[in-house]
């Protein structure tokens, strides 16, 4: 089913029962991985509030939560190279596992920043979980933990993530299938 947001073209790309078998597996993962280890999910605002309160509860281990709020994007189709902290996080992670709950991984400058951030508190580990990741863009020096789907570099929608603070809402992540970025970015 096609989609149409400002003459741009949509189409499904991952359709909601692929996120919510990925988010059950993902959780099956975490859950392994920290028991007995009393995490904090750190969701990064805004993109990662929807997938990171359903993989919330894929977790079969108590499990705080905390939020925090970056922008890197701006209201463009492409990353501002720029990135801004916009509400901080109020737990104390000194000593404390943390995950690191993202959208999507493109650039790899918010993660980086959010690792650098949360490293100098001295964490007993800081993990990420990013529901998608375009490998194709993102230079990092580090790996990501948990990857739902790696996709291509075009533009995606839905499940968290925006155009212009719209279209979050959607159950499924959709791709623009019409012509490149770059024709309509900045
Ligand atoms: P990065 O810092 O370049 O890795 O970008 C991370 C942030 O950019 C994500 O948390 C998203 O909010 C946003 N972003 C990156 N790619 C897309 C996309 O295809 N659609 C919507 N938002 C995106
Ligand atoms: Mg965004």
């Given at each position: 089913m096609h989609l149409t947001v400002d003459k741009m073209t949509f189409d499904v790309l991952i359709s909601r029962q692929q996120i919510e078998q990925r988010v059950r597996e993902l959780g099956e993962q975490i859950t392994r991985d920290y028991r007995d280890k009393n995490p904090i999910l750190m969701i990064v605002l805004n993109g990662g509030f929807i997938f990171g309160s359903d993989?919330?509860?894929?977790?079969?281990?108590?499990?705080?939560?905390?939020?925090i709020k970056i922008s890197s994007y701006g209201d463009q189709l492409t990353s501002t190279g720029e990135v801004k902290m916009k509400k901080d996080y109020d737990s104390l992670v000194g000593g404390r596992h943390i995950i690191v709950v993202e959208d999507i991984v493109d650039s790899g400058l918010s993660v980086s920043f959010l690792k650098n951030k949360f490293?100098?508190?001295?964490?007993?580990?800081?993990?990420?979980?990013?529901?998608?990741?375009?490998?194709?863009?993102?230079?990092?020096?580090?790996?990501?933990?948990?990857?739902g789907f790696e996709i291509g570099?075009?533009?995606?929608?839905?499940?968290?993530?925006?155009?212009?603070?719209?279209?979050?809402?959607?159950?499924?992540?959709?791709?623009?299938?019409?012509?490149?970025?770059s024709e309509h970015g900045a």
């Open positions: 993989l919330m509860r894929a977790l079969d281990i108590p499990v705080e939560v905390d939020f490293e100098m508190q001295q964490p007993a580990s800081v993990a990420f979980a990013t529901l998608l990741h375009k490998p194709d863009n993102s230079r990092l020096d580090f790996g990501l933990e948990y990857v570099p075009e533009f995606v929608i839905g499940y968290g993530l925006d155009y212009k603070q719209n279209w979050r809402n959607l159950p499924a992540i959709y791709v623009r299938v019409d012509g490149r970025e």
